[in-house]
């Protein structure tokens, strides 16, 4: 019954390799975002899809291309991988703004990327 | 520019005490205002929130407290127990015309709570 669900859970790969991250939740939400955990621990969102639609897209790099297949998956892809990619990739999804003036979101066990 | 500030990167406390957990922020836009806990290997967990308009939300044994002047919130555990220990991260959220919030986190604490 997870309700945001991440794979793969560790991924190691060589620079200049393609990966993607897939995401999945069963909590019925129309949004959908993807976060960065740096080395320093700070946790920054690199995107935000609504109902398969782009809604924000923060500075980066256009290696990185996110893909929503539906609203209950958002998919991470990565082209080209370098050294300072490797950091833990959240997932996380929420309610519709629209439906409830604010909103909590809830976020996947993460993956931790590392690029040799 | 760090909007959400945790200055405190690690916090002590004896079970059964009170754990206050300090955040700070700059962006006067921001008007609603949460708390995660993230155990080692797993994604954050929502806690607890408040929106601008409060100063205080109770939840159990958790509490927000919001001072918008100071621009300061606080995370009150008590009592606090053994498992409370995690990093607990503050985040915080503008209006957004859209249909999704961007939550902006600070660097978090970890709570470690002693026998």
């Known amino acids: 019954d997870t309700a945001v669900s991440q794979t793969p859970k560790y991924l190691v790969t060589q620079m200049g390799n393609d990966k993607s991250i897939k995401c999945e939740q069963n909590?019925?939400?129309?949004?959908m975002y993807w976060y960065k955990q740096d080395s320093k621990k700070f946790l920054k969102i690199m995107f935000s899809?609504?109902?398969?639609?782009?809604?924000i897209n923060e500075t980066v790099p256009n290696r990185f291309s996110p893909k929503s297949p539906d609203k209950a998956h958002l998919n991470l892809h990565i082209n080209s991988l370098e050294l300072g990619d490797s950091a833990v990739y959240f997932c996380a999804s929420s309610q519709e703004l629209s439906r409830r003036r604010y909103n909590e979101q809830f976020f996947g066990p993460g993956t931790r990327l590392t690029v040799l | 520019d760090q909007q959400v500030k945790q200055n405190s990167p690690s916090l002590s406390v004896q079970e059964g005490r009170i754990s206050i957990l300090n955040c700070d922020y700059t962006n006067s836009m921001f008007d609603y205002f949460l708390w995660y806990k993230k155990y080692p290997a797993e994604g954050p967990t929502f806690l607890i929130s408040i929106s601008s308009i409060k100063d205080k939300n109770e939840d159990g044994r958790f509490t927000v407290f919001l001072n918008k002047s100071a621009k300061h919130l606080s995370l009150h555990i008590v009592p606090s127990q053994p498992g409370d220990s995690a990093v607990y991260f503050c985040?915080?959220?503008?209006?957004?015309?859209?249909?999704?919030?961007?939550?902006?986190f600070g660097t978090g604490t970890r709570l470690q709570v002693t026998l």
């Open positions: 909590l019925g939400h129309d949004t």
């Open positions: 899809y609504n109902n398969k639609e782009l809604i």
């Open positions: 985040a915080a959220s503008a209006p957004t015309p859209g249909t999704a919030s961007k939550l902006t």
